[in-house]
């Protein structure tokens, strides 16, 4: 499989509707994509200020068709703390909307498409890239650290087809961006639907607004993604107000759902004949690990389930040695060839290899149950002891969740020591 390199077979089908509603058909795409890439040197270093919109989408085609290294970086992102990215890794180009109106003075407008302008260096930056590099995408939203996932082609192809794969997805679907494409589980409903031919209706609205679920039902989507706090919006919406003809399924990955949003997500799925599937996976993995299928979380709703086609997974102990008993916590460790390089914080290290050599220390704890099914119970540094007792800082929030309290435990010192509804601090 290559990437994108299909569109022709499938140019009379619909692939983009913009949030104007505007139909854009793989024909057109394929258009707009041949008139960008021509202002681009291959084998650039550039950098998408993103945004779910048609400009977005182009530019990122666009750099990917050019054999670019492509930085995604979230459009929330400060302009000064965008400025300070810039100028650790200088990139050759940048594509950016007029509305964040940032003035360089090192590069000019080479080409404007609608509402975003590539600005190219004026004096071009020798960048050495790793023959293999493909993609810089952030682990931390709009923070603008600037510190960067080196993911490869086989990352991205290799993700690309074990999502499609396990999730069936095809030219009939039709996914609604509900997510940052600069964010590697939007990113990925983007490339599994357009590389099997399926349409992205691009939106910006929120699930709690009307809008959202008015664009659902108008452009007959089939399926999208969510993070906890969107079903946890869902969990309190009257489901059966809104018109789901449409609708087939919806995801979850970005964070561990509770139980309890997970059971009342099931009630309403089920009167509405609609499927949750659950996944887990980082930036590190590209994206997706494990996947849950619908008649699984109805069985097993607390588990992330096991791992993606072509992926191994596995629990170690503190040691490194591999835990083989079921419900057991160990460090969750995964194998695959959609593993990263390993990162980048400053222009040098474009050009490293592969550190991690397909595996992925997650510094998540989990077990696997006789079914060999996984689950997450926290991470590596939320553990403290006291007096001598291990104890995980997510299972003490979970147990107080049950109670109707929200909290976050912390680890302190004796002297920020304090206690309240909200808030709980273990020293």
Not at 229 to 234: G, H, K, L, R, V
Not at 260 to 267: A, G, R
Request: proline fraction near 1%; include cysteine.
């Amino acid at each position: 499989m290559t990437l994108f390199n299909n569109f022709s077979k499938n140019k009379n089908k619909v692939a983009i509707i913009t949030e104007n509603n505007e139909v854009i058909k793989y024909n057109k795409l394929i258009s707009f994509i041949e008139n960008f890439i021509v202002n681009i040197k291959k084998r650039s270093l550039v950098f998408l200020i993103c945004s779910n919109n048609l400009e977005t989408m182009v530019g990122y085609l666009g750099f990917i068709k050019s054999n670019c290294v492509t930085t995604l970086i979230d459009e929330k992102t400060d302009v000064g703390l965008l400025l300070n990215i810039i100028s650790k890794y200088k990139p050759n180009y940048i594509f950016i909307s007029d509305s964040k109106k940032l003035t360089l003075n090192g590069y000019s407008t080479e080409y404007s498409f609608f509402n975003y302008n590539l600005l190219k260096r004026k004096k071009e930056k020798i960048i050495k890239l790793h023959d293999d590099l493909m993609m810089l995408i952030s682990t931390s939203g709009s923070t603008g650290s600037t510190k960067f996932v080196r993911q490869s082609y086989l990352n991205l192809k290799s993700n690309t087809e074990a999502i499609a794969k396990y999730l069936k997805v095809s030219c009939n679907d039709n996914a609604i961006t509900t997510l940052p494409i600069s964010y590697v589980y939007g990113l990925s409903v983007i490339n599994t639907h357009l590389q099997n031919g399926a349409i992205i209706t691009l939106n910006n609205s929120s699930v709690i607004q009307k809008k959202f679920w008015k664009n659902l039902y108008e452009n007959k989507v089939t399926n999208f993604a969510g993070v906890p706090y969107t079903y946890e919006i869902i969990e309190k919406l009257d489901l059966e107000k809104f018109n789901l003809k449409y609708l087939k399924y919806t995801t979850q990955a970005g964070g561990k759902l509770q139980i309890k949003t997970v059971k009342n997500i099931i009630s309403k799925y089920e009167q509405l004949n609609l499927k949750l599937l659950i996944m887990y996976g980082a930036a590190e993995a590209t994206a997706r690990m494990t996947y849950l299928s619908w008649n699984d979380v109805k069985k097993k709703p607390e588990s992330i389930g096991k791992a993606i086609p072509g992926g191994l997974i596995w629990i170690e102990d503190e040691k490194g040695k591999k835990i083989n008993t079921y419900n057991q916590n160990g460090e969750i460790i995964y194998k695959g060839s959609n593993v990263s390089y390993g990162y980048a914080k400053n222009i040098s290290d474009l050009s490293k290899g592969n550190d991690n050599n397909s595996i992925l220390r997650t510094g998540d704890l989990g077990y696997k149950d006789k079914d060999k099914f996984y689950y997450l119970v926290g991470r590596k540094d939320r553990v403290i002891k006291v007096h001598g007792l291990r104890v995980n800082l997510s299972e003490v929030e979970e147990i107080i969740l049950n109670f109707g309290i929200r909290s976050m435990c912390l680890k302190g010192d004796r002297k920020s020591t304090r206690l309240n509804s909200s808030h709980v601090r273990i020293s």
